[in-house]
């Protein structure tokens, strides 16, 4: 059995390191490729600068929360409400958590001139370059949670000699450090990014009447800050804690399902593991040749991610029934069912968004009347289109309980939940990476237009963009369909952890009931709390551009250059601030539950928090999304065309979908975790002093 | 016992017959008001002609909805699915409700005019005769919905001799024909009237630059005919339904915790006999000297209610002690929980609505960066604001069950909850009022307006709309509060009545929690789709409009006629053709849930769809309400008054609430008790025949 261990041990390590050496690797391939012109690496020093300097502060704040739940939990710990382990993987957890997000906009920020630079030669070459840059961040996220997984295996099992079941125990709560990481990162960068924007493009494109990412423009720079800091390291630390949250959650259901066996917790590290190498093999299948159009690189994209999730699914099949043993051959059907259904909802995102499909032209038709009609024509299309993705989970869900046996033994039944999340996020390396290249394309483009480089290149770095649209919809899909997966991974984990009965988490329990209707209630306050974060940050750059125009004489002529670094630092310090208040809040309602209503209530508030949770996330990145995509669909000349009334009422719709899409709708994902993970690792202080 | 059952019989008999007859004679006391000038008389005859005409045409439709759904239902009975009763039930439940929507919108439609016309004179006579007309609507519905519980509880008593167990299953089943009714009747009027509003605003107000209810706007009668469609004849079936809903529900549980004792399904009736009789010594209260201002006419409003509430909050708890019996007599603090949860959440509702508190005048304030931000934060505005009123709800859930002894009788607790609601909607009869008179006010202005009144007239039927918003608020929080509480009691009805065990219906039981996915998807499918209704009805108002402007000649300049019968007809046209299908989804869904997932599937559903609706309703009408009363804040002269661009971004705001606060939220709080009565007929159907 021993062996066994070692040997389970030696693969996942393995993995972390081919990982960890893929990226590596590919970086330097990255960094070998030239910065164009002087004025290029200037603009793209500034925007290194920028975002360096924001990881900076926002690291020193996370810092101040870590410390303080640090003595908390290590208070706990002490008292035996908790392992001593706790205290010190949270930590880990975040540590890992940063270093994901700021490994990935390291490299985002290195590449993004490179990107520019590469596409005065061609579209090919410029994909090449962002690709590698989004191939670097997805491996390192899923090598940094391998290693993390490998050091703690190695520290449980063979320093402290600790059971299985006690191994992830103690593993799960540092889904936690990583859980409040990333909602940092996710709510920092999110505000950050979107103030930026907003405020660039209202006193800018809307006011001022200056194209987008002209150089004039004071908050250019910040704008070009926050795609990095928001949408590449808030999303590195976000996709972290998925990962790792629903390998470790299948691992923890695992063993319970298995009564401790080590089968059970190996099967979801071994397809993570295999997901690694099946990733690297097909980044080596995004490759086009040079003179290829759109539609053929897209196809080259798609070619690498349906590759990888074909060698995954055919190789689960001889895992499953060698790892658990061929009477449970049947769990294989499990990590079908979330493989299949991660693409489902990926396609559904596709569908109405795509500005190739009917529900986002004919929100670019609602224009016709105004700002007011595309803003209530957006609105119900998230919401319409929440209901195809909740379908498809509902059947994954069915499915997963019930070919793994849940009907006879639940354990085995959530267990399979589970390992249909890991099945989804299996691949992430090669997903992440088509998702993550799309804003180094969008700052390859900023920097090509503040350079002032030739028209065609601004061209191919926007086919880049709208390129990487489409294949973020299917990242977005697998990151919200294993988002629900998990929690549900996790709240069976909460149930087996505190033992309560099947009868106390009866609906009509008014405590279970009551849980229910504040946690439903928690992704609405916690929209509301994002959305006005961005407004309010906004509204300080738009004083500060209009400030700017006003009083620096010859800036609209293009003689005097702007403070761009004024914009910057704005943008920091309010997104600082405003990224406290909601991840207070996430952390505090578990727990203040908890006291009140006792354990099943939390149970309660994590379902209900689970399905609106989910409804309201796909909702606002889908709003956002079909916002973003009708306004480009109206600039690519129908309705109108640029400048039309049309546009400037997909303008508006655009503008409302920002912070949806790109703040709160990303947020809520992790918050959902979080609930969970907090709930799990206080539940032993609840269950002491609960009042009902 | 006999003789009790014929007292208990006689004294609701009195309450409906009391209630009718006040309604009647105030009725008559409105009618002899004056109507005012002949362009007055003219203007509101095709007011009431477009209104009367509309409501025979939905009657014809819901017509075919009712035959079809009697043929299902009687062929249940046949098959011994269902008690021969539910088909005829469910007819009086229709019949009833529309018949409450009916009066409410004749008396409406007869007292527009006169109110306009008593504001000539001056702003406390032109109160009295738009809050008798609000009387009449509020008497009504209370006086049917008493009639028909009499009537049938006669009927099933002493001519069928049932037990009192069979008696309130088969009267739970005609909460289903009123909910259905009361859906089509929402749904149907809340697409006309934002439809015309919408239309006209755009148009009239927005491109042609003509003031609101101008009678050269071809839109201004359908606008009118909207205002007593939707908000008069729409509330009227729908409170209809929440009364006998929460009446019905909690005699059913109180049967159920009493062992079929009559006493449990005696108390909540007798509850409701009082509220009637207070209601009326309630509305002697609304009195005020003339020449009040405006803050002495609203104390004069909430000093009627206010006694209302006072005198049920006293008189209960007499009346707990003898009909329960001294022991039981901590029910009280149900009734008493329940009374002052709905206070709560009406201040809640008003202090985020309403331009006197921070919320409201903040809104107002971000229309400085223009329509886009006026947007996110009303939208935060509402979501924030879903939090107070789930806690006060969840205290109340939490109070009512544990005071009526539900720790120890789950039964008893049950019951608790849903006294709770009946308690809530005891005096609806005068809150109702104060509720129903705000159309009335506002139709009066539109006539004050087109008659060419003084401006004198048009500012005292405004005071009178603004101060019916205030009111409208409180009224809100009961509907609201009330329909979650009634949800729950229906719940707790379908789960008595299924049988199933708490163990089956433990949340982490996959179908449970899949059909609470499910469910709490409902409200946001059923929300895109009314409010793209409202988008697609509008549109082809707005085309109309459009089309009359140009062709008409002379009419911009006022020397020809609008076409108004042509904007009325399409209003009709496109709202009947609109509320079809959303009635179909939310008759459809308990069905195909229950037949997929098996009754546990229908009890997860009817829990997220409970959470999440009850969230949707709150958001969306709050959101709806602060950003109209931005509105009017800034077109009272702050942030540059009427006309400014802050003015015209408020307009797009507004234009965007109001299918929100008209049309979806409040369509969303009858969806949710439609689904617990169509699952609880379907009970039978859904057991026999289900998948898993």
């Known amino acids: 059995m021993k062996n066994m261990d070692v040997l389970l041990v030696s693969l996942i390590a393995c993995g972390a390191l081919l990982a960890l050496v893929f990226a590596a690797l590919t970086a330097r391939r990255v960094l070998k490729f030239p910065e164009g012109s002087d004025r290029m690496k200037k603009i793209s020093a500034s925007i290194r600068a920028g975002a360096n300097a924001y990881l900076k502060r926002q690291y020193r704040v996370v810092l101040i929360f870590f410390g303080v739940m640090f003595v908390i939990l290590g208070i706990m710990a002490i008292a035996k409400k908790l392992t001593p382990y706790v205290p010190f993987a949270f930590l880990t957890g975040g540590f890992f958590s940063a270093l994901s997000g700021f490994i990935g906009m390291k490299i985002a920020t290195a590449a993004n001139a490179r990107t520019a630079n590469a596409c005065q030669e061609g579209l090919n070459r410029g994909l090449r370059v962002a690709f590698s840059a989004g191939s670097v961040m997805g491996f390192t996220v899923v090598g940094l949670g391998l290693l993390d997984i490998t050091i703690w295996f190695i520290l449980l099992k063979f320093v402290f000699k600790l059971e299985n079941a006690d191994i992830t125990s103690a593993m799960l709560t540092f889904g936690m450090g990583a859980s409040s990481m990333a909602l940092f990162a996710r709510v920092g960068g999110g505000v950050f990014t979107k103030a930026a924007d907003v405020g660039a493009d209202l006193v800018g494109k809307v006011e001022a009447g200056i194209p987008e990412d002209d150089p004039r423009n004071p908050a250019v720079i910040a704008d070009n800050v926050g795609d990095n800091v928001g949408d590449v390291a808030g999303m590195g630390a976000d996709l972290y804690e998925s990962y790792v949250g629903s390998v470790i959650s299948a691992m923890a259901l695992g063993v319970a399902a298995f009564k401790g066996e080590i089968k059970g917790m190996a099967l979801p590290l071994l397809i993570a593991a295999l997901g690694v190498l099946f990733s690297v093999i097909g980044t080596f299948f995004v490759r086009t040749k040079e003179g290829a159009d759109q539609k053929q690189l897209l196809s080259a994209l798609s070619r690498g991610t349906n590759f990888s999730a074909i060698l995954i699914a055919l190789s689960s099949f001889p895992l499953v029934w060698f790892v658990l043993g061929k009477e449970y051959y049947t769990l294989y059907f499990a990590i079908l069912a979330g493989l299949i259904a991660g693409v489902l909802i990926g396609k559904a995102t596709e569908y109405f968004t795509s500005d190739s499909y009917k529900p986002t032209r004919k929100l670019a038709a609602s224009s016709e009347t105004g700002s007011a009609t595309i803003i209530i024509s957006g609105l119900s299309v998230g919401m319409l289109s929440t209901l195809l993705p909740i379908v498809i989970v509902a059947i994954c869900i069915l499915v997963a309980y019930f070919v793994s046996g849940g009907k006879t033994d639940p354990g085995l039944g959530l267990y399979g939940i589970a390992l249909a999340a890991v099945g989804m996020l299996s691949t992430l390396g090669i997903t992440l990476a088509t998702d993550a290249y799309g804003p180094v394309a969008d700052n390859a483009g900023g920097i090509a237009e503040m350079a002032g480089l030739d028209k065609s290149v601004r061209q191919r770095t926007d086919a880049l963009d709208s390129l990487g649209n489409t294949?973020?919809?299917?990242?977005?899909?697998?990151?919200?369909?294993?988002?629900?997966?998990?929690?549900?991974?996790?709240?069976?984990?909460?149930?087996?952890?505190?033992?309560?009965?099947?009868?106390?988490?009866?609906?009509?329990?008014?405590?279970?009931?009551?849980?229910?209707?504040?946690?439903?209630?928690?992704?609405?306050?916690?929209?509301?709390?994002?959305?006005?974060?961005?407004?309010?940050?906004?509204?300080?750059?738009?004083?500060?551009?209009?400030?700017?125009?006003?009083?620096?004489?010859?800036?609209?002529?293009?003689?005097?250059?702007?403070?761009?670094?004024?914009?910057?630092?704005?943008?920091?310090?309010?997104?600082?601030?405003?990224?406290?208040?909601?991840?207070?809040?996430?952390?505090?309602?578990?727990?203040?539950?908890?006291?009140?209503?006792?354990?099943?209530?939390?149970?309660?508030?994590?379902?209900?928090?689970?399905?609106?949770?989910?409804?309201?996330?796909?909702?606002?990145?889908?709003?956002?999304?079909?916002?973003?995509?009708?306004?480009?669909?109206?600039?690519?000349?129908?309705?109108?065309?640029?400048?039309?009334?049309?546009?400037?009422?997909?303008?508006?719709?655009?503008?409302?979908?920002?912070?949806?899409?790109?703040?709160?709708?990303?947020?809520?994902?992790?918050?959902?975790?979080?609930?969970?993970?907090?709930?799990?690792?206080?539940?032993?202080?609840?269950?002491?002093?609960?009042?009902?």
Chains 1, 2 share one sequence.
């Open 471 to 692: 294949t973020a919809a299917t990242g977005k899909g697998f990151a919200i369909g294993s988002a629900a997966l998990t929690a549900l991974a996790l709240l069976a984990n909460y149930i087996e952890k505190v033992g309560i009965t099947s009868e106390q988490l009866s609906i009509s329990n008014p405590t279970v009931l009551v849980g229910l209707f504040i946690g439903a209630c928690l992704p609405f306050v916690f929209a509301a709390l994002t959305m006005n974060s961005v407004g309010r940050a906004a509204q300080s750059v738009v004083v500060e551009v209009r400030r700017q125009f006003k009083e620096i004489v010859g800036l609209m002529e293009g003689k005097a250059e702007a403070d761009y670094a004024k914009c910057v630092d704005l943008c920091t310090r309010a997104s600082l601030k405003e990224m406290v208040l909601p991840t207070v809040v996430a952390v505090a309602a578990p727990i203040i539950v908890g006291l009140v209503l006792g354990v099943t209530g939390v149970v309660g508030m994590l379902a209900g928090a689970t399905a609106t949770g989910f409804l309201m996330a796909v909702f606002m990145s889908n709003s956002g999304g079909a916002w973003d995509n009708a306004k480009k669909y109206i600039e690519s000349g129908v309705f109108g065309g640029k400048g039309s009334d049309n546009h400037k009422a997909a303008v508006v719709g655009d503008t409302v979908g920002d912070p949806f899409k790109d703040t709160s709708g990303p947020a809520i994902n992790i918050l959902i975790k979080l609930l969970s993970m907090v709930s799990i690792v206080f539940a032993g202080i609840v269950m002491s002093f609960s009042l009902l």
